[in-house]
């Protein structure tokens, strides 16, 4: 197939999951959707891997990690109602398409993984992409990023045993922050709030991510 051939496939297989995937399952944000619309997720996966971008599940990215499935992403994007003046940091950023999806909302993204070969190739990618105001950092993101602090969103990508205090520190009044908790085979995502200080939280959807492996816990 040519490239414009290619690229009218991954059009048409794009708006497909947004329709049957994400709308017909309930997710309505129009901004998620909107974003979900526009990023070629297909840039995101390794190339053997490409004509299957836009179907319904996780897809390997390299390091034994994943991108997330289509569905679960925007339940997360959809569970921190962003808006475009929200601070954001994402944790594992992977192959860096949740971090588009992020910069598509807001331009104040800031993204950390451990893997210094996947932050190099996201940073790369986003840059390509046209995605210059997200900071993607190397480093360990269950300690947050105080530099960038106090975030109105926070999104991990990555199952933590517990709520990351450093996290819940580094979130600002009225801030949310959707995480994946529990055990390495089965996790739920966990909505926080944090109202006149305190942090609430709302047990959501059962899933499974890879572990955030943590500095904490060594
Ligand atoms: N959202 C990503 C995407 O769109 O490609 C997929 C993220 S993948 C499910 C989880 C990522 O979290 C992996 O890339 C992993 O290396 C990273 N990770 C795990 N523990 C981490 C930590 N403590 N700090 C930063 N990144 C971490």
Do not use: K, W
């Amino acid at each position: 197939m040519d490239v414009a051939g290619e690229i009218g496939q991954f059009d048409v297989a794009r708006r497909r999951m947004v329709e049957e995937q994400l709308r017909n399952r309930g997710i309505a944000d129009e901004r998620v959707l909107r974003a979900m619309s526009r990023i070629p997720r297909h840039e995101f996966a390794p190339e053997s891997y490409r004509g299957e971008a836009y179907h319904d599940h996780p897809l390997p990215i390299g390091e034994g990690q994943t991108i997330s499935q289509p569905y679960i992403v925007a339940i997360m994007l959809q569970a921190l109602a962003l808006s475009p003046s929200d601070h954001v940091l994402e944790v594992g950023t992977g192959s860096g398409y949740v971090t588009a999806l992020l910069a598509e909302i807001t331009p104040h993204v800031i993204s950390i993984e451990r893997h210094v070969a996947l932050a190099d190739a996201a940073r790369a990618l986003l840059a390509r992409l046209g995605y210059s105001s997200v900071q993607v950092i190397a480093g360990d993101g269950s300690l947050g990023y105080a530099p960038g602090a106090p975030y109105n969103a926070i999104l991990v990508s990555a199952a933590a045993r517990e709520l990351p205090q450093p996290l819940l520190d580094q979130l600002a009044e009225g801030g949310r922050m959707i995480i994946p908790v529990g055990p390495p085979d089965l996790q739920q995502l966990q909505l926080v709030s944090i109202q006149n200080g305190q942090s609430q939280v709302l047990s959501r959807e059962i899933c499974r991510f890879v572990p955030l492996v943590s500095d904490l816990a060594s």
